[in-house]
């Protein structure tokens, strides 16, 4: 009974040894593929990321103008401006309740040149995308954006614009 207890009593030393070691495995193991975020990373020194944007507008639109103003947002503004007519808040402007809606992160505008073209540097986090290209047929873009490494490319296409309504 006793040389049955002594290897109960290895056997459950000799899994938990196991165990740890597996745990530590794996933890190497996704340590290892973790983005290097020191000198050598593909980030700016300032750890911002250039944002390129692309305008695709469809084939149909004519000779619309390509240069049109873009928003990048830390919040989506018309979720923001929906809750704050939604709840009313007795003496707070809207700006002043969009400020505390977005922690201290700032807006960031950015214009499309003729080529429908654009580069901006964005801080990595989550952000909102918005823009509007009027012609005939008005579209307009609201995306949620990750924004994380050195270089990020969005495109503008009919096929990811939120609405597409008609100008009269």
Same mark, same amino acid.
């Given at each position: /009974?006793?040389?049955?207890?002594?290897?109960?009593?290895?056997?459950?030393?000799?899994? #938990?040894?196991a165990l740890l070691?597996?745990?530590? &495995?794996?933890?190497? /193991?996704?340590?290892?593929?973790?983005?290097?975020?020191?000198?050598?990373?593909?980030? !700016? +020194?300032?750890?911002? +990321? *250039? %944002?390129?944007?692309? %305008?695709?507008?469809? &084939?149909?639109?004519?000779? *619309? =103008?390509?240069?049109?103003?873009?928003?990048? =947002?830390?919040?989506?503004?018309?979720?923001?401006?929906? $809750?704050?007519?939604? $709840?009313?808040?007795?003496?707070?402007?809207?700006?002043?309740?969009?400020?505390? #809606? /977005?922690?201290?992160?700032?807006?960031?505008?950015?214009?499309?040149? =003729?080529?429908?073209?654009?580069?901006? !540097?964005?801080?990595?986090?989550?952000?909102? %995308?918005?823009?509007?290209?009027s012609g005939e $047929?008005?579209?307009?873009? #609201? %995306?949620?954006? !990750?924004?994380?490494?050195?270089?990020? *490319?969005?495109?503008?296409?009919?096929q990811n614009a939120? +609405?597409?309504?008609?100008?009269?």
């Amino acid at each position: /009974m006793n040389s049955q207890r002594f290897s109960y009593r290895l056997l459950a030393l000799a899994l #938990r040894l196991a165990l740890l070691v597996a745990l530590g &495995a794996a933890g190497w /193991m996704v340590y290892k593929k973790l983005p290097d975020n020191g000198p050598s990373s593909s980030l !700016s +020194t300032s750890g911002q +990321t *250039t %944002l390129q944007i692309l %305008l695709q507008p469809p &084939a149909d639109m004519g000779k *619309t =103008s390509r240069d049109i103003p873009v928003e990048i =947002s830390p919040v989506d503004i018309m979720a923001v401006r929906h $809750e704050f007519f939604v $709840e009313p808040r007795a003496g707070q402007r809207f700006d002043e309740f969009l400020h505390q #809606r /977005m922690n201290g992160r700032k807006l960031i505008n950015a214009r499309l040149d =003729s080529q429908g073209r654009a580069a901006v !540097s964005v801080p990595p986090g989550n952000w909102w %995308l918005h823009a509007i290209l009027s012609g005939e $047929e008005d579209l307009e873009w #609201r %995306l949620p954006l !990750s924004i994380n490494g050195g270089k990020q *490319t969005i495109e503008l296409t009919p096929q990811n614009a939120y +609405t597409r309504s008609k100008s009269f």
